[in-house]
């Protein structure tokens, strides 16, 4: 992140008093303290504290209704991790949001390209493109539902065009879980599009004239410069999304409740379920740890990758 | 921006100081006030009572006119009725109501879910609010003995249901079967490729409760779900309870799970499916057909469970309230009210005297699908314990019979794994159950 | 992709006006139109099939080949009305509107307070303690619910609005699109107004909040709209429907064992989408032009 606008020096007045501008310092200091107090209390209280509430829930065995919590050290983990069951649930997780963030940016990019056409009506195009980001999830659910409906559903209508049949999506194990990639591809990505799409406006248009005058394909002028010069964007879309989709759940709630069985029981809702089902605080707090942590890792990760690979101008 | 920041901040730290008092304080400790509720300006100078319920549309209907009349009809207590949801939700919001020490009165409660909170010692024991001629006895013995542990009772019954079989009769008159249904199971075997020419699937499948309507198949294979805690699912008798349906999906393709059992046998995508007794009210409305309802079908034998579920009353609520809260179920529980209970919503008549209610009498008469569960009540019996005792056993067997309907696993394996799993959760709570129950 | 092709024709570069369009250039355009349709439709279509499906008649709702264009003469108004029985909406209405306008208020005061000291205040370690808010985004959703519950039941803030607003009032990504529009602001504004003698709050309220006016918007209205459709954190915390918001409404008229009347819950679906989607549409350029400005100065 540049701060090259601000480069927060001193305002280099000429009191020749070291305290004295020691003691602005300070006030300074303090000054900030004071602005972010508030947010920094309330992301204390309602998202740190959860956290390490849950990390103590997670070395105790606590039905939530008893007054004991007993004490378990590592047990929930050691139980959980060497668990097929769970081990499904980190996997599923992983193939759901990795194919959400990997269709969302390559179609996303894709729209985008199309949108930065000069055609007719894009702006419309645009904005109904975001629209979806906006319907609240249950409204989603519903009428997604219906969609997927293997016996009046439109994805029924639409397959039987091309002659194919439709599963039967949300009672079905095998594709449950893609017909949940298709309904948050479709909310998420006309945001990602739209983002793009700012992006590829801004391009440089000189870079482009040399390479076209050096005789270059359209193909790899797309390989060459455009996808370098978005990839702070990418970088930005990537994280948000894998963020999101790991948390994703209430168009899971209000779709498939995690199932049919537990194909669509991703780690979310696998927390959901044991505090909330199965009064298993302590699975819970030990899978709500375990998220975090993965977030954390694949967020650094993430960063790490792409600032070798990012180019700002 | 400045006197609000500072109001803000000073707030806030207030209040977080606030949030670690109150948290280290801990639980036990503490007072329990009831759950948050709104009482109309006539009804202020009444006992407000807080009444959690899991019943929207239709019965919803159905309960809030029957509180209304009972607030209208006496002048000390006001009931208010608030609907948290499914009975699953519901309990997940008493469960943090009990952790946040905000609890309601009076709850209604499933043949699962009562368990849990009975486990827990939440509930208020009864025998001592029981007089004159508000016994135990008027209610149905079936009904009133499930909630009934080490002679105490603990759990009133309401909403009672058990499954019935739900069949298309115009469907069954096209394909030339006979109207009353199928008594046994190889029976509808055998009719459902004659049922397919009129509809798409012979049998829906519903997903949600799966576990309860397959309590059925199990006695009637001869197999147990458990005996008291030990698991049975594992022996011969309940894998071929399996298999036979697993075949009646994956084979002969004429069972299917269905997102919503209720909608597809009311569009006539199914000619069949189980449904509760609950249901009877909306789907014979909703149906454009003729609904023909009949005993759950035999194989080696007869099975029905019962569902369904029942009011209790919460240990930790005020003296006064549980009082009222009694005074509040014993009118609910008159012939006439718990009459119209049934005749608005489908659910069985709990109160022995409502069978000779005139309304239902005729009601009866109209509507012969209403004396369907009636006569199959005496079959009946309650479920094998492991299902609503063992936390989350009812979610853990439907995601297990959800798997078995719509994927190609095979039973042995799936249910020798949930066999394991419930065993285990059942010796966690063996010590539990043996102090309450024995 | 048949659009890459056409990159090097996209007029980011100043191109020469084409002389001759050919058959190719045509069979593009015509083909790029298409996809431009396509998308739009794709996006569309589900908002669509939920509010034609809002005016069928219940028993029609479930129907195959799916009725693509109900008929003015056939539509049932009356699942409005049923709808808007079914749960007092009036009430749920004005739940979430309070919840989104005053929610959305005291969380971009917090996020602009917060934004400004990032970007105009000096800290050690800056950076590191920025870190840290980002954090607070990987907190999973689902696993605040407990402990929050808990923390508003002993402030005594269940059903209640305090309980439903406070929550939710810590802000990161709202602070972060403003910290990310602050830094482009130039310091020279700022040296000005500081060598008039200026406190940073003046500054902040004179100076700098009027040259971020787009983004506030943007973050206004992003933040608005996500309160709007907030459904987990209302549904824990009410527990009466008059204190209920929309979402949760919505949910309550699906979630039954008794028959659900599809008319009416489609129907009830508008009630909740169609006042946002109109918001939306008013201020589209708004909302994305601020996005995209964050998103891109990365």
């Not at chain 1, 504290?49 to 007054?67: F, K, M």
């Not at chain 2, 400790?29 to 807080?50: I, T």
């Not at chain 2, 454009?288 to 579920?309: I, M, R």
């Not at chain 2, 009694?326 to 012939?335: A, G, N, Y």
């Amino acid at each position: 992140m540049t701060t090259t606008t601000h480069p927060d020096a001193a305002t280099g007045r000429d009191d020749g008093g070291a305290a004295a501008r020691a003691a602005a310092r300070r006030r300074e200091y303090l000054l900030f303290l004071a602005f972010v107090a508030p947010n920094v209390l309330l992301l204390a209280v309602f998202s740190y504290w959860p956290v390490v509430y849950n990390g103590y829930l997670s070395l105790t065995s606590w039905d939530l209704l008893s007054e004991f919590k007993p004490f378990v050290g590592l047990a929930n983990y050691v139980d959980m991790l060497s668990d097929p069951d769970f081990l499904g649930v980190l996997l599923r997780t992983v193939v759901f949001s990795g194919g959400i963030t990997v269709i969302s940016i390559v179609g996303g990019m894709a729209v985008a390209v199309l949108l930065n056409q000069k055609l007719v009506g894009r702006n419309l195009v645009r904005t109904t493109a975001f629209a979806p980001y906006i319907v609240t999830g249950a409204a989603v659910g519903t009428v997604w539902l219906y969609i997927f409906h293997p016996e009046f559903g439109l994805m029924k209508q639409l397959l039987g065009i091309v002659g194919l049949t439709s599963p039967a999506w949300m009672s079905d194990s095998a594709w449950a879980l893609p017909g949940l990639i298709i309904v948050y591809v479709w909310k998420n990505l006309g945001f990602v599009a739209v983002i793009y799409l700012a992006g590829l406006q801004s391009m440089p248009a000189d870079l482009y004239e040399a390479a076209k005058i050096d005789g270059a394909s359209a193909w790899t002028l797309f390989r060459r410069i455009t996808l370098p010069l978005l990839s702070p964007v990418t970088f930005f879309v990537a994280v948000v999304t894998v963020i999101g989709s790991f948390q994703a759940f209430d168009i899971i709630a209000i779709m498939t409740g995690g199932g049919p069985g537990d194909a669509t029981t991703t780690l979310s809702w696998f927390i959901y379920q044991e505090a909330f089902q199965a009064f298993d605080a302590g699975r819970a707090g030990a899978a709500a740890i375990i998220m975090f942590v993965i977030l954390l890792l694949i967020t650094a990760a993430q960063t790490r990758f792409m600032e070798r690979r990012v180019h700002y101008r | 921006m400045k006197p609000r920041s500072a109001l803000t901040r000073r707030g806030f730290l207030a209040a977080a100081g606030g949030t670690m008092a109150a948290l280290a304080a801990g639980c036990g400790s503490e007072q329990y006030v009831q759950a948050a509720g709104s009482v109309p300006r006539q009804y202020r100078n009444r006992l407000h009572l807080v009444f959690w319920h899991s019943f929207g549309s239709k019965p919803g209907e159905a309960l809030t006119a029957l509180i209304n009349e009972f607030n209208e009809s006496q002048s000390d207590i006001y009931v208010e009725g608030q609907f948290q949801g499914s009975y699953e939700a519901s309990v997940q919001k008493l469960s943090a109501a009990i952790i946040a020490h905000q609890i309601p009165d009076l709850v209604i409660l499933s043949e699962v879910t009562w368990r849990k909170m009975h486990l827990a010692d939440r509930l208020e024991p009864l025998n001592d609010y029981f007089e004159g001629d508000f016994t135990p006895d008027i209610y149905l013995e079936n009904f009133i003995n499930e909630g009934t542990v080490k002679d105490t009772v603990w759990w009133i019954p309401f909403a009672r249901s058990t499954p019935l079989f739900y069949f298309n009769r115009d469907v069954f008159e096209k394909a030339g079967l006979p109207t009353e249904g199928p008594k046994n199971w190889r029976e509808l075997k055998e009719w459902a490729p004659a049922l397919q020419e009129h509809a798409r699937y012979t049998l829906a499948l519903a997903g949600g409760y799966a576990s309860w309507y397959f309590q059925g198949n199990v006695w009637q294979w001869g197999g147990r779900y458990s005996d008291g805690l030990d698991v049975t699912l594992e022996e011969e008798k309940a894998l071929e309870a399996g298999q036979w349906m697993v075949d009646f999906v994956r084979k002969d393709k004429a069972a299917y799970l269905s997102p919503d059992a209720s909608v597809d046998f009311m569009n006539g995508v199914a000619a069949c499916t189980m449904l509760s007794t609950g249901n009877l009210a909306a789907v014979s409305e909703g149906a454009k057909f003729n609904v023909g309802t009949t005993f759950l079908p035999e194989y080696d034998g007869f099975g029905c469970p019962t569902g369904g579920s029942g009011i209790g009353v919460m240990r930790d609520a005020a003296p006064e309230r549980k009082q009222a809260a009694m005074e509040f179920i014993r009118w609910l529980s008159q012939p006439a009210k718990s009459a119209q209970w049934t005749i608005e919503t489908g659910y069985m008549p709990v109160v022995k005297a409502a069978q000779q209610e005139q309304a239902l009498v005729e009601t009866a008469e109209k509507n012969p699908n209403y004396r369907t569960a009636l006569n199959q009540l005496p079959k009946t019996k309650p479920q094998d314990l492991i299902r609503p005792i063992v936390p989350s056993a009812g979610e853990m067997m439907d995601t297990a019979l959800q798997k078995l309907y719509s994927s190609n696993e095979s039973v042995r394996d799936v249910f020798g794994r949930l066999d394991k799993q419930l065993q285990r959760k059942a010796d966690l709570i063996r010590e539990t159950y043996e102090a309450r129950y024995l | 992709m048949s659009t890459a092709t056409t990159v090097s024709t996209s007029p980011t570069t100043a191109a020469p006006a084409e002389r001759k369009p050919t058959a190719g250039h045509v069979l593009g355009r015509v083909v790029l139109y298409l996809l431009l349709v396509l998308v739009a439709v794709v996006a569309i279509l589900p908002v669509y099939w939920l509010i034609s499906s809002s005016v069928k008649q219940s028993g029609d709702v479930h129907q195959f080949p799916p009725n693509w264009f109900p008929m003015p003469w056939t539509w049932e108004l009356r699942n409005y009305v049923d709808a808007w029985n079914a749960a007092p909406f009036g009430r749920l209405y004005i739940n979430s509107i309070v919840f989104a306008v005053v929610g959305t208020a005291g969380e971009i005061a917090v996020a602009i307070l917060s934004a400004y000291a990032f970007a105009f205040l000096r800290f050690p370690a800056k950076n590191v303690v920025f870190m840290v808010f980002l954090g607070a985004m990987m907190v999973p959703g689902t696993v605040v619910l407990m402990p929050n519950y808990l923390t508003v039941a002993s402030l005594g803030w269940v059903n209640s609005y305090a309980g439903l607003i406070v929550p939710g009032l810590g802000s990161v990504f709202a602070m972060f699109l403003l910290r990310q529009h602050m830094l482009t602001l130039p310091v020279e504004v700022t040296e000005a107004a500081k060598v008039d003698g200026a406190g940073h709050l003046r500054i902040l309220w004179s100076v700098i909040l009027p040259m971020s006016r787009p983004m506030v918007a943007t973050v206004v209205i992003i933040s608005l709209v996500q309160r709007w459709n907030e459904f987990i954190w209302p549904l824990i915390v009410t527990t009466t429907d008059t204190m209920r918001t929309l979402p949760v409404g919505l949910l309550m008229l699906k979630s039954d064992e008794g028959y659900v009347n599809y008319g009416v819950v489609m129907a009830a679906s508008v009630f909740v989408v169609v006042p946002v989607l109109v918001v939306f549409f008013l201020a589209q350029r708004q909302i994305i032009a601020g996005l995209t400005a964050g998103a891109t100065k990365g």
